[in-house]
């Protein structure tokens, strides 16, 4: 049991039955299956922008990608306008969007790698940057449409009553799974992050991961935008912006350290969950925004004394 206490993962775990749980006496229905399909397609939309920024920490040096949300909202606008509701178009929209954002991402990449600016300056001026460029494209307007398709696949059942936009997650979770605890190139982010000294010592291509890892992330963050077009329909300025800091609470919950080195997309995947989960609830109870933040600040710090994890100082 103590063991236990001390997973990340588990206690996520633990905090979702808890709420589930919790949800059904508040308002009864609230973990009915359909009910927590809807809540888990969510979950998958903050999950996916998540799995960049579990890279980015994994990392190391503080590495946090701020620009996220402005990307999720290039992403939506550039699969819109590609895809003008033309099931024939959703490939191609896809390749465009998820380009373009891991290109925006590698710029990140070489700005905090090759040039030392500091991650959450560095992300935070390609935010203010993107915004403004989305706010130009398009005259704070809506744009774009989604393709039928797409938005049948992120909310209609495909099998076993889940909608293909879960199956996806799940084929992601698994992926990046294989991706970072079995391949070479996903050892060396580790190795980044627990000890940049001794992983060029050791031969890891220090500089040329921690790039691709900017670029990863601006990838997975324009996937996200696309999921987001074929969730909403249409693209809106600021459609990324409620996602920028749940995607790094949902891994901080999941149990990578902030320090890098340590953790997996596994627990981000429970940690998503948490949040989605946490947030119906507190719009169950008619919340007002503030209670909210305070509840989400109050719980982000239970759990993280529950872990007991602490900054780990690096040579």
Do not use: H
């Amino acid at each position: 049991m103590p063991q236990i206490l001390k997973d990340p993962l588990a206690i996520a775990i633990a905090v979702i039955l808890l709420l589930l749980a919790a949800g059904e006496a508040l308002s009864p229905g609230f973990a009915a299956p359909k009910q927590v399909v809807s809540q888990l397609v969510i979950a998958a939309l903050l999950g996916t922008v998540a799995a960049g920024q579990t890279l980015v920490i994994l990392g190391g040096r503080e590495g946090i990608d701020l620009s996220v949300g402005a990307m999720i909202g290039l992403g939506a606008l550039v699969a819109g306008n590609v895809m003008q509701g033309q099931d024939g178009m959703i490939l191609p929209a896809v390749l465009a969007a998820g380009a373009a954002c891991f290109l925006a991402g590698l710029v990140n990449g070489i700005g905090v790698t090759l040039l030392r600016i500091p991650p959450l300056v560095m992300t935070l001026g390609m935010a203010g940057v993107l915004q403004g460029l989305l706010v130009v494209l398009t005259r704070g307007q809506p744009s774009g449409i989604a393709a039928p398709a797409l938005a049948a696949f992120i909310v209609r059942p495909v099998l076993l009553g889940l909608p293909g936009m879960l199956l996806a997650w799940a084929a992601m979770g698994g992926l990046m799974w294989l991706f970072l605890r079995r391949t070479r190139a996903g050892l060396s982010i580790y190795a980044v992050g627990s000890n940049e000294e001794a992983a060029r010592l050791s031969g890891v291509p220090v500089a040329r991961t921690r790039i691709l890892l900017f670029g990863l992330s601006g990838l997975f963050a324009g996937l996200t935008g696309v999921f987001v077009l074929g969730y909403t329909s249409s693209v809106f300025i600021g459609v990324g912006t409620a996602y920028v800091l749940p995607s790094i609470i949902a891994v901080v919950i999941g149990g990578t350290a902030l320090a890098g080195g340590a953790g997996g997309y596994t627990g981000t995947m429970a940690g998503a969950v948490v949040l989605v989960l946490l947030q119906s609830i507190l719009t169950t109870l008619s919340i007002e925004p503030y209670g909210r933040q305070i509840i989400f600040g109050a719980t982000l710090l239970l759990l993280m004394l529950a872990y007991g994890r602490q900054r780990r100082l690096k040579a």
